[in-house]
């Protein structure tokens, strides 16, 4: 029960930074934002790795690896398009590509 | 490995995940400025390499082969869907990558409680208690972000779709739903409530966005999005693990950020949007065409609309959610270089829900490589519109609405809108006189210094780009 104590404090304290932190972000960057912290939720991926990596039993085996299947495309997926959208914006009409 | 060893690298992995999580607290920061943006993604995506990297050393590993062959394929598919999706299709690809967070979040919780139910490891009520909050968080989002999907890429109606008896039947899931999962926090082993749990979950998912209509998407985008986040943190609870909580506590906040701002900006509650307020005042006004009757308005043609451009000092684009549908953004930037060329004064007008998520029309022009300084943002350009010349409207429709000001009847009463109204002259591009998604009538289209000129945004755009060039 301590540990989750801990967790909570952990959790809760987070959440503060994250409210901090993106409360500055200005409208014109929203939806790189999305995608980005999209790309960071990902971070699921961490729990399937470890699940994927025990040997169990094989409808845990198919879960873990689905699992890993999704987090995965969550990460690359979200870092990847937020790089594309942000790369296009620019401060002038800089026509090269 | 001998003990001390392997207590060495338990404390390495554990630095590491905290690296990550400030990697991402710094990439989070970055965002802040479209100068350090693409910066701060990267260092995002160093952090998750990180993060990885540690987890292939933990010790509780004993294979590799599945998880090499799991993230291979996964890579591959998001690189696929992040250098092929269309611009004009954010909103989808994000509902989508939404979906495949949650569901790895329900995937990895059912996975922990196999082990649990198979008796290997005695359960714990901490344990127990999250993993059922895991699973229902991970299903809702999974579910509900793949109706979003479906909506937006008009698989399914966009439309608010109200089932008979939703919020009787969505209210007395939730009360199952919470019964269930707390049987099972006490009595893990029965697998057949599992199921029924993971089962009602996934249609609390989708109960949940069926009733929402597009223009509210941006709302459901943004609150999706924290759920992933906070689906994530569980599976941290689940297994233990800080850099999880955080990681996931920080998209948590940030989604509900960007909600509160969603809601605000259409001057609605969440309990509103989520449960149809909105549907059903609209529905029992007797039909959404019934006050267009008798009303007059001014068509133009490209022509026109080219002179009334090329002969203003100052103009102001309002682009909407036509906008995307049209893929309209490069002929819009085109029309703005010839007027600047002509010395005349080009910004644009972006309201915070224009489009079906937050920041839609950015992106858009700025593909279409729209300078961003002059994407200009409501409470700054309000101001501007009484100095303008032509404002010209595309694809928008309740945003520009001045009933939201006036008319306390309206649906839409006390929504921040854009002030196009008080510009010399509004250009209107429309399909039709058909009104907007809330099925609202819209006065400004029968303003007498309103200027219609109907058909798709981009053909009509175009004819207008050779009508200028004749000019």
Known sequence: MEGLLVSLYVFVLAIFVGFEVISKVPQMLHTPLMSGSNAISGITIVGAVVVAGRVESPVSTVLAVVAVVFAMINVVGGFVVTDRMLQMFKARGDTSK | MNESASGILDVAVGLAYLVAASLFIVGLKRLSSPRT???GNLLGAIGMLIAIVATLLNQEIVSFTWIVAGILIGSAIGLWLAKNVKMTSMPQMVALLNGFGGGASQL???????????GTISPS???????????????ITFSGSIIAFAKLQEWVSGKTVVLPGQRFWAFAMFMVMLGIGGWLVIQPADMTLYIALNAIALVMGIFFVMPIGGADMPVVISLLNSYSGLAAAMTGFVLKNNGLIISGALVGASGIILTKIMCDAMNRSLPNVLFGAFAGKTMGGGGPAASAEGKTYRSVGPQDAALLLAYARKVIFVPGYGLAVSQAQHQVREIGEMLQARGIDVSYAIHPVAGRMPGHMNVLL?????PYPQLIEMDQINQDFEHTDVAVVIGANDVVNPAARHDKSSPIYGMPILDVDKAQTVVVLKRSMATGFAGIDNELFYDEKTRMLFGDARKSLLAVIQELKNV
Do not use: H
């Not at chain 2, 990895?108 to 198979?118: H, I, K, M, P, T």
């Not at chain 2, 700025?366 to 729209?370: G, H, L, S, T």
């Open chain 2, 125 to 139: 009520l901490d344990v127990q208690t999250t993993i059922m909050l895991s699973v229902i968080i991970g299903a």
């Open chain 2, 108 to 118: 990895v919780a059912g996975d922990e409680y196999l082990r649990y139910a198979a």
């Open chain 2, 366 to 370: 700025a593909e279409a490589n729209v």
């Open chain 2, 37 to 39: 943006a693409r910066r």
